[in-house]
């Protein structure tokens, strides 16, 4: 399975040249998401590497649970 990429763009740069940007990986992409809701709520405590395990934990199931257009 090939990754997802989140936010892609074209862009023209200087002089007119066609600029690419990947982006993010989709994963990366909810996995912040998931990890921007832990801290924003008080009662969630634990060390960063902790939460960020379980941010791509949850984003994982998310990709896992994802339905994509054929």
Known sequence: ???EMAFPSKTT????ALVEHNGMT??????GQ?????WANPNVLGEAHE??????AAADA???E???PA
């Open 13 to 16: 740069g200087r002089m007119g």
């Open 1 to 3: 399975m090939s990754e």
């Open 26 to 31: 989709l994963r990366d992409w909810f996995a």
């Open 66 to 68: 994802r339905v994509v």
């Open 62 to 64: 998310m990709l896992a």
């Open 51 to 56: 939460l960020a395990k379980g941010a791509y």
């Open 34 to 38: 998931v990890l921007a809701g832990m």
